[in-house]
């Protein structure tokens, strides 16, 4: 059963910092494509990062204009799991967070998503 587990939210202060986890099993994230998501209250979903196909170079990572800067995707396919690390963390940055994998390596469509992990950032 292909399933994502998203970990990591929690509760931080502006400017500070937290690591999301996600952890595929199922299948694993070699020449994938995956992305973070995040969903504010009463906002549409957004993409935050993605990573396109299995190189993780800079010419195939994506972040959104909001986060360039203080968020870093990257992924450890021994461990099989990709994260996203949040740096000067801002009340703006408040959303549930989700991890998605794509086999095609495309980031056109993301078949696979993990459930949300809350990230609550207080002013």
């Known amino acids: 059963e292909v399933q994502l587990q998203a970990s990591g939210g929690g509760l931080v202060q502006a400017g500070g910092s937290l690591r999301l986890s996600c952890t595929a099993s199922g299948f694993t994230f070699d020449g994938y494509a995956i992305g973070w998501f995040r969903q504010a209250p009463g906002k549409e979903r957004e993409g935050v990062s993605c990573i396109s196909g299995s190189d993780d170079s800079d010419d195939n990572t994506e972040y959104a204009s909001s986060v360039k800067g203080r968020f870093t995707i990257f992924r450890d396919e021994a461990e099989n799991t990709m994260y996203l690390q949040m740096n000067s963390l801002r009340s703006e940055d408040t959303a549930v967070y989700y991890c998605?994998?794509?086999?095609?390596?495309?980031?056109?469509?993301?078949?696979?998503w993990g459930e949300g992990t809350l990230v609550t950032v207080s002013s």
């Open positions: 998605a994998a794509d086999p095609t390596g495309l980031s056109n469509e993301y078949p696979y």
